[in-house]
């Protein structure tokens, strides 16, 4: 069998959303899914990832509508659909899943991707109303697939969702790790400390990301060796520089390409509070870092993998990763990272996400 569908996005912003979306399409077996990515609005140039859905050969149809202008983006959607006789349409966001559910083809399958909890989508928008239509729209779906099995928990157990998952995946070919050589090279190149072992912290500076509690560890590290490198911008980011002042921690600010950061670092920290299955951390350790996670349910399903690649963490005190940290001293990176590129193309290459949700579009297109 083989499926036309149709991956409906708001547009290509560069996001952990996007980077799935393009691991996803380029990961597709051809002779399984033919698809072609439709973004609603029309693209930031700065901030876009259309160039590099092109070169990977994926067919963009940019609809070029206002942000709200649903009702000519419905019957774009709609003609679309009708000349390619598209089977599917997959959604990602609020304004694609609400057009999806609004398509009046019956012939045709509306599954949607939940990357986090909804009321971390709901509260930016500051609506009760919002909230209740949205939960509304997602519950009209034929699938639901959350992007973890502990975010597919949180779905059915707080809003009585019925839910499938598919975990997000990495793009391995360009995540990976570098050799001794090369890391003390780019860390020359940044003017970031060559002969220190490098810990980093990736990610928007914001509460749920919980980067002041690594920062209050690292005034109890009492050791020189190391260096903390938090790499990402954000609301926190001034504040955060005041709390850090006097450690060695560098703060990279917004970057367009992190890849470089995480590469010349020896080590990962999450100390997030809340996530899906975080890109930030995949990406982390498809470049062979072992990873420090604090221990929400997402940050267990990766580690329990393998446990190998890394330890987790309470955030119910800052001692508890400020042990955690001291336990890396004794770690043999070189193995570490042998055993966390395995697992991690093991479980999460954008291969096994594609073959994945490959199997999740033939089973719903067979109901």
Not at 270 to 277: F, H, I, M, R, T
Not at 329 to 339: G, M, N, P, S
Request: proline share 3%; glycine share 4%.
């Amino acid at each position: 069998m083989k499926i036309n569908s149709v991956y409906l996005v708001s547009r290509l912003i560069k996001s952990g959303p996007t980077n799935q979306a393009l691991n996803l399409l380029s990961g597709f077996d051809k002779k399984r899914v033919n698809a072609v990515i439709v973004t609603l609005s029309e693209e930031d140039s700065f901030s876009s990832m259309h160039k590099e859905f092109i070169e990977k050969g994926i067919e963009v149809v940019q609809l070029k509508r206002k942000k709200w202008n649903l009702f000519f983006a419905l019957f774009d959607v709609v003609k679309l659909v009708k000349e390619r006789n598209i089977q599917l349409v997959h959604s990602s966001g609020l304004r694609p899943d609400i057009l999806n559910i609004l398509l009046w083809n019956q012939n045709v399958k509306k599954c949607t991707t939940q990357r986090c909890d909804p009321k971390d989508i709901l509260n930016f928008y500051s609506s009760t109303i919002v909230s209740f239509i949205y939960v509304l729209v997602v519950r009209r779906f034929h699938r639901i697939i959350a992007c973890s099995e502990a975010l597919s928990r949180i779905l059915h157990e707080k809003y009585n969702l019925k839910t499938t998952f598919v975990r997000n995946g990495v793009d391995t070919t360009i995540y990976y790790p570098l050799s001794r050589d090369e890391k003390i090279a780019l860390r020359s190149k940044y003017n970031i400390p060559d002969e220190k072992r490098i810990y980093v912290v990736l990610g928007l500076l914001i509460h749920r990301k919980n980067v002041l509690h690594i920062i209050k560890s690292f005034h109890l590290i009492h050791n020189d060796d190391v260096h903390l490198l938090i790499v990402g911008g954000g609301p926190l980011q001034k504040e955060l520089e005041e709390k850090a002042a006097g450690l060695n921690i560098t703060f990279t600010g917004n970057v367009a390409i992190p890849l470089p950061y995480i590469q010349m670092s020896d080590i990962m920290i999450s100390a997030s509070l809340a996530e899906g299955l975080p890109n930030s951390v995949l990406e982390g350790l498809a470049c062979g870092l072992p990873i420090l996670f604090s221990d929400i349910t997402p940050h267990q399903e990766i580690y329990y993998r393998d446990t190998a690649i890394g330890e987790l963490f309470s955030n119910d005190k800052v001692e508890y990763l400020v042990e955690a940290v001291q336990k890396t001293f004794k770690w043999d990176l070189e193995e570490k990272k042998r055993v966390v590129r395995d697992m991690v193309e093991t479980n999460f290459s954008k291969y096994v996400t594609a073959r994945a949700y490959e199997d999740q579009y033939i089973s719903l297109i067979s109901e």
